[in-house]
């Protein structure tokens, strides 16, 4: 993958297929200490300890749809490549979490990508959830949870293309202000 946002959708994905009704998603960037973190984490089912000896084989997958499973041992290895590390936790019954961290100035970084279109797309295509969306860029923070959105709706559903364009436009907005 060549994006980071497609590595967040497809953890996040994973968690959707894990039962999750919640996933928080966080992003901190820090320019001074030339860090670069993200953080997904689930409510869903968890994986097993015998599972997660395997999740980073890139001939494993749990999925019918396909053969291997390169998500996590892909982005592991952009992680190390760019001077960070890749941890994933999680336990039965107990949710999931990846963290994943790079030098900012490594010239194999690769960049965030379309990340406005990844929590959107998440959002639209399973309105049943929850998704916490937490950006930080220095001292400067971005937080975005679709409790709070639900809560404002009344009965306007969430994935409505309205609602969808406000959500897309401030996350833009933000993360243009995050950047400044």
């Known amino acids: 993958m060549h994006e980071l946002s497609l590595h ?6 994973n968690g959707v297929a894990a039962g ?9 960037e820090d320019r001074k200490n030339n860090w ?32 291997v499973g390169l998500g996590f041992s892909l982005l592991s ?30 010239i194999d970084l690769a960049p965030m990508g379309d990340i406005v279109g990844t929590i959107t797309g998440l959002i639209m ?4 959830m929850d998704f916490v969306y937490n950006h930080k860029v220095d001292d400067k923070t971005f937080h975005m ?13 969430i994935h409505n ?6 959500i897309s436009t401030s996350i833009q907005e933000s993360i243009k202000e995050l950047n400044k």
């Open 145 to 157: 949870d679709t409790r709070d959105i639900r809560d404002e709706l009344d009965e306007v559903p």
């Open 161 to 166: 293309p309205k609602v969808l364009k406000v």
């Open 77 to 106: 290895e952009a992680s190390k490549r760019c001077g960070g590390e890749f941890k994933i936790t999680s336990g039965e019954g107990k949710g999931t979490k990846v963290s994943v961290s790079f030098r900012l100035d490594h």
């Open 125 to 128: 295509g399973n309105p049943e």
């Open 20 to 28: 999750a009704d919640l996933i928080c998603i966080s992003i901190m």
């Open 36 to 67: 670069l973190r993200m953080t997904i984490t689930d409510n869903g089912r968890g994986i097993s300890d015998k599972m997660l000896e395997k999740v980073m084989d890139p001939f494993f997958t749990t999925k019918k749809t396909r053969r």
């Open 8 to 13: 967040i959708l497809d953890i996040a994905e």
